[in-house]
């Protein structure tokens, strides 16, 4: 798996344990960003630096490859993707800093996942779920290529909209046919 991608305007790197400050201050502790995702605020950095530490271990299984999202001219983090190879039903997720949403930046990492995903994976479908509330991330899907597949097709818990099982879009991809 490639340890960097990069695009136009990105650089999809591995994280590094460097990258703690920069997670934890820039969205990993902002209920906003969170409040769609399926952890908590974390409240310290503390609780960053142990995520940190589970990417690498995900790497060196192999079970999945979270990549820091920094801004081609700086290595600071600004969010993360996630490609989730034996999961085609949540295969793919992603988060960024509030300050940068609305700049499409989250629809480039995405296609350039899903790029490797078909190409250098040989994922045949990318799935995600995402809280029916979430317009904003079933946006990025849409604009990639992704197709709601069905009101409701995932359940998935989201402690920070009421910490109840809740209702989601369910969002496919398949690769382009040749």
Same mark, same amino acid.
């Given at each position: 798996m490639h340890d960097i991608i990069e695009t136009e305007r990105l650089r999809l790197r591995r994280p590094v344990p460097e990258d703690a400050e920069s997670i934890f201050v820039g969205y990993a502790q902002d209920p906003d960003v969170t409040r769609y995702l399926s952890w908590v605020p974390h409240a310290s950095i503390e609780e960053t630096r142990a995520f940190l530490e589970r990417c690498e271990d995900y790497w060196s299984e192999g079970s999945s490859y979270p990549w820091v999202i920094t801004l081609v001219d700086d290595d600071d983090a600004v969010g993360m993707i996630e490609l989730r190879p034996d999961d085609p039903q949540d295969g793919v997720?992603?988060?960024? $800093?509030?300050?940068?949403?609305? @700049?499409?930046?989250?629809? %480039? $990492?995405?296609?350039?996942?899903? @790029?490797?995903?078909?190409? %250098?994976v040989g994922m045949e479908r990318v799935g995600a779920c995402c809280h029916i509330a979430n317009r904003a991330s079933a946006r990025v899907m849409e604009k990639v290529g992704m197709k709601q597949v069905s009101r409701g097709g995932c359940v998935g818990m989201y402690p920070n909209a009421g910490n109840q099982p809740e209702e989601s879009f369910f969002y496919s991809w398949t690769p382009p046919s040749p």
């Open positions: 997720g992603f988060v960024l $800093a509030r300050e940068l949403w609305g @700049h499409a930046y989250v629809t %480039e $990492a995405l296609q350039a996942v899903l @790029h490797l995903a078909c190409n %250098e």
